[in-house]
């Protein structure tokens, strides 16, 4: 499975951005995905995460309200819609795959990142 990520660039605070991430190669089963960010100096955290069907999300508490994750099974992609964006939102943002589903612990595919920078 292969991932590619798209859609970050350089906005102000309060301003809106859509990632997208799109899956190819061996895609099947009931996989679950998400998203991930990680600031420099920072490890890696979770933002979102989105079962198979779209009728289960979680969220991070610092994204809650502002972030919607999204899917479309037919073209394979996830989506992350940011509103409200802050500067502490600034990060390289990854798309993962979890083969086993929502409850999975493990990410079993990540993207090459996308950089998202939100300026004051």
């Known amino acids: 499975v292969q991932l590619q990520a798209s859609g970050g660039g350089l906005v102000q605070a309060g301003s809106s951005l859509r990632l997208s991430c799109v899956a190819s190669g061996s895609t099947s089963g009931y996989y679950a995905m998400g998203w991930f960010r990680q600031a420099p100096g920072k490890e890696r955290e979770v933002v979102a995460r989105?079962?198979?069907?779209?009728?289960?999300?979680i969220y991070a508490d610092s994204v809650k309200g502002r972030f919607t994750i999204s899917r479309d099974n037919v073209k394979n992609m996830v989506y992350l819609q940011m509103n409200s964006l802050k500067p502490e939102d600034s990060a390289v943002y990854y798309c993962?795959?979890?083969?086993?589903?929502?409850?999975?612990?493990?990410?079993?595919?990540w993207g090459q990142g996308t950089q998202v920078t939100v300026s004051s």
């Open positions: 993962a795959y979890y083969v086993r589903g929502y409850y999975s612990r493990n990410v079993d595919y």
């Open positions: 989105i079962n198979w069907s779209g009728d289960t999300r």
